[in-house]
């Protein structure tokens, strides 16, 4: 943004836990917000990542400078709504030009009630926040013609300093649906857009800790009518619908507390029916059969995250959004790791020894991201048809 037109954005203010404060413009709505500050790596894709449901109670700094450019789209979205707690960018262009764009990022985060700040440093932001780990802040956006005063500085310290701490924090069913729903809609295709599921071949039962719609398009793409239930249904419900195979979705927060998922989760994946998990869904599948989680000092949230499988020795470039991991050390007898992420050696995909369970830490439906690792979705296919065939 050009430095003479700040004027027609009013000012905002970031405040972290630590005491740093920086001072920049609001591009979104008035007032304040708090939540844990990450940052993301992604250099497109600022629409999905703001309405993917495991940003729920973050605030995403996006590391690439210019965010807005190609403005907003009513297709691009991964959820019904806006689901970061705020945004932060560095500048936000004078002209956003999309043949497929409906309104601008800053009209979009005005709709949708979200506080946003541009203008500040996300270099000094990002390595602050590389060095010390995630933590949490707060955004307030001020109204045009108010200006900062140390008493709104104060203010927003004192939020960001009384922001819960994500550990021990059960987001899963805030986010998850109220009820179950069939989703057919398939993958995005350049001039005709979405399609439908014409002819299933599996019925695929998922649950809903803040699931990804493109997740669910992917599954469709593949075949597979889902039936999309809540974070909290009884494993009973699902089994008495027969399902081919179990999905376990992404979500917020911290794993550990989901005693509803994980217990679901242990009596689906003994039950024998083929299972696939991701991110939340990932970390619930390695609880269930015993292993442990932690809260990483560094999460990994980006586009360009190498992953090598274990069992192929393949590398793929993922896209991840997670702020806890899987303890490799942990993992009992009856999983074996799959996947380890090539930036910190963390463990990024499990699976059952004797069952047709597996998972993945990153996003393997790539939205917004590289589609390297997809074909998890075609190993969970070829796992419902050999089911079948059995």
């Not at 990542?49 to 807005?68: A, F, M, W």
Request: charged share 15%; proline share 5%; glycine share 8%.
């Amino acid at each position: 943004m050009l430095l003479s037109l700040k004027g027609n954005f009013p000012p905002a203010i970031l405040a972290l836990a630590d005491g740093t404060v920086f001072i920049g413009n609001s591009i979104g709505a008035t007032g304040t917000t708090v939540g844990e500050v990450v940052f993301n790596t992604a250099i497109t894709g600022y629409q999905e990542i703001l309405t993917d449901p495991s940003y729920c109670q973050q605030i995403v700094t996006l590391t690439y400078p210019h965010i807005g450019n190609y403005g907003v789209s009513t297709e691009d979205i991964e959820a019904d709504k806006v689901h970061a707690a705020g945004l932060i960018i560095k500048d936000l262009p004078l002209l956003a030009s999309n043949f497929r764009q409906t309104e601008t990022l800053a009209q979009y985060l005005v709709r949708e009630n979200t506080v946003a700040i541009a203008n500040i440093d996300t270099r000094k932001l990002t390595r602050l926040l590389r060095s010390k780990g995630a933590q949490n802040g707060a955004i307030v956006g001020l109204a045009q013609g108010q200006t900062v005063t140390q008493a709104l500085i104060d203010e927003a310290l004192a939020a960001a300093k009384a922001a819960p701490n994500m550990a021990g924090l059960d987001l899963a069913k805030v986010v998850s649906t109220k009820a179950s729903y069939e989703w057919t809609q398939t993958e995005w295709v350049l001039g005709t857009g979405y399609g439908k599921l014409e002819s299933p071949q599996f019925h695929v039962v998922a649950y809903d800790y803040g699931v990804k719609l493109n997740i669910l398009r992917m599954l469709a793409q593949r075949g597979c009518k889902v039936t999309v239930v809540p974070a909290q249904t009884p494993a009973a419900e699902v089994l008495a619908m027969k399902p081919d195979g179990v999905f376990l979705s992404n979500g917020p927060g911290d794993p550990e507390p989901c005693d509803y998922a994980i217990k679901a989760t242990r009596t689906i994946v003994d039950s024998g029916v083929p299972t696939f998990g991701i991110c939340l869904g990932h970390q619930i599948m390695a609880l269930a059969a015993g292993a442990k989680t932690f809260k990483m000092a560094n999460s990994h949230h980006g586009a360009n995250h190498p992953v090598k499988d274990l069992d192929t020795g393949r590398v793929s470039i993922t896209s991840q959004n997670h702020g806890f991991a899987v303890d490799m050390a942990s993992l009992p007898d009856s999983l074996r790791a799959t996947h380890v992420s090539l930036f910190d050696g963390t463990l990024q995909g499990l699976a059952h020894k004797d069952k047709p369970a597996f998972c993945f830490q990153g996003h393997p439906e790539a939205s917004p991201g590289p589609h390297d690792i997809a074909y998890l979705f075609d190993r969970f296919t070829d796992a419902m048809r050999a089911a079948k065939a059995a």
